[in-house]
């Protein structure tokens, strides 16, 4: 499914960055772009799942006061150690540990791919081949993304089968 324009076969979309899943890499970039006011990329996210609301949480090391600061969760600027002998809380500063649900960097990451006028490919991304000049990449639906940048952030397959 395309959100715009009618794109075929014979018609590759022609794009400078092609985001190849929609998770939080392909969101926080997004975001940052919009952030940075960035309008004169062509954009294609490609992820067979629009991602909404909170299905995970990513728990990062970092400095306070960034821009991701109102979407966190919850931060911890300490922590306890505790041992058989005794236990101890320790000063983080000037590093916080911090938490982000997955809902509101979605929320952030959709305004952002308006803002930016991204085109969003409702289909996995089945072969990605680089030609040394640009990366195509074929969709599950049979279409064609020509782009000067890709950034990959599907999860690679297990080596082999988990339990769960």
């Known amino acids: ?18 985001l ?10 997004l975001a940052a772009l ?17 991602r909404r609301g909170q299905d995970r949480t990513w728990a990062f090391w970092g400095h306070p006061g960034t821009d991701l ?5 919850a931060s911890w600027q300490q922590v306890e150690v505790a041992t058989t002998a005794r236990r101890r809380v320790l000063d983080l500063t000037p590093l916080r540990y911090a938490m982000l649900r997955s809902g ?21 991304a089945e072969t990605v081949t680089d030609d040394g000049t640009r990366v195509l990449v074929r969709t599950g639906d049979g279409r064609t993304v020509r782009a000067g940048w890709v950034l990959d952030s599907r999860p690679r397959p297990p080596a082999r089968a988990g339990r769960t």
């Open 20 to 29: 190849l899943g929609g998770g939080g890499a392909a969101s926080l970039l």
């Open 104 to 124: 509101p960097v979605y929320d952030r990451a959709a305004a952002a791919e308006r803002r930016l006028d991204a085109t969003r490919i409702v289909a996995p």
């Open 34 to 50: 919009d952030r940075h006011e960035v309008r004169d990329l062509r954009i294609a996210v490609v992820d067979p799942v629009r």
């Open 1 to 18: 499914m395309w959100q715009r324009g009618a794109v075929t076969d014979s018609a590759p979309l022609d794009v400078d960055l092609a």
């Open 69 to 73: 600061d109102p979407l966190l969760s």
